[in-house]
């Protein structure tokens, strides 16, 4: 009989074309878990089991704690079908946590929040160790003029602006409770909070936030930006290698 279990994983995603299924190309998150459950639960690979992720990254994202579940058909207790995830999977990708859901579990609809941080580096030197997980800034910004900015973006917007798909058809409509800036050393996290983002939405306020630290945007712009409901109002998209999903909520 099929149970449904929860897992929580961990990932590099600079060499995968993000999590979801991409034609032509096995280089996905998500079709590296399926692969290796598949063989696992002795199904054909023409039938492979279906990983259901709380969010779908973007090519080059990363994830510290990415939710989502999977029906299996096994008699495999969660720990050792943690231990035969980690021990096939790639070494950029890790399995932390495997346990027993309800049945109704759903990683993606029973989600009520989601956290993101994006950071930025700059400085004189190089951050070799770091570089590929951070956008490297020519010079520092303007912390208070994003600070102020980020105040500015958040509550329960149609954040259409800030959307990467032109050709979106479900609502735009979000709740951003936070976004909470930070600087260590030559260091700049963002960290985003909310009930769901839109495609490329985080990676895209990003990008505002550093044309406004750059004095390119004025803070006071923002609220006309997001009523614009126009994407050629906002900022331009930050690369993703700064990007990683740090938890979401239940």
């Given at each position: 009989?099929?149970?449904?279990?929860?897992?929580?994983?961990?990932?590099?995603?600079?060499?995968?074309?993000?999590?979801?299924?991409?034609?032509?190309?096995?280089?996905?998150?998500?079709?590296?878990?399926?692969?290796?459950?598949?063989?696992?639960?002795?199904?054909?690979?023409?039938?492979?089991?279906?990983?259901?992720?709380?969010?779908?990254?973007?090519?080059?994202?990363?994830?510290?704690?990415?939710?989502?579940?999977?029906?299996?058909?096994?008699?495999?207790?969660?720990?050792?079908?943690?231990?035969?995830?980690?021990?096939?999977?790639?070494?950029?990708?890790?399995?932390?946590?495997?346990?027993?859901?309800?049945?109704?579990?759903?990683?993606?609809?029973?989600?009520?929040?989601?956290?993101?941080?994006?950071?930025?580096?700059?400085?004189?030197t190089k951050p070799v160790f770091d570089r590929k997980y951070v956008t490297i800034l020519e010079k520092a910004p303007d912390i208070d003029l994003m600070r102020e900015a980020a105040t500015l973006m958040t509550g329960t917007h149609d954040y259409k602006c800030f959307c990467g798909n032109p050709k979106m058809k479900k609502s735009t409509v979000r709740t951003v409770d936070s976004i909470r800036i930070e600087t260590q050393g030559n260091y700049i996290r963002l960290y985003f909070h909310g009930n769901g983002f839109l495609q490329n939405m985080v990676r895209i306020m990003t990008g505002t936030l550093i044309s406004v630290g750059y004095g390119e945007i004025r803070p006071e712009e923002i609220p006309g930006m997001i009523g614009s409901k126009d994407r050629k109002n906002a900022g331009p998209t930050a690369p993703p290698q700064g990007l990683c999903m740090m938890k979401v909520d239940y």
């Open positions: 009989m099929k149970q449904n279990f929860k897992l929580i994983v961990s990932y590099d995603g600079t060499r995968y074309f993000g999590w979801e299924h991409q034609p032509n190309t096995d280089m996905t998150i998500q079709g590296k878990l399926e692969t290796v459950l598949t063989r696992m639960v002795g199904l054909p690979e023409n039938k492979p089991v279906t990983v259901i992720g709380a969010g779908r990254t973007d090519a080059g994202v990363h994830a510290r704690a990415m939710t989502c579940n999977v029906l299996l058909d096994t008699e495999m207790t969660p720990e050792e079908i943690q231990a035969y995830m980690n021990h096939y999977l790639p070494e950029d990708i890790s399995v932390n946590e495997v346990r027993h859901a309800a049945d109704r579990f759903h990683s993606r609809f029973n989600a009520a929040g989601k956290t993101y941080r994006y950071t930025l580096w700059y400085g004189a």
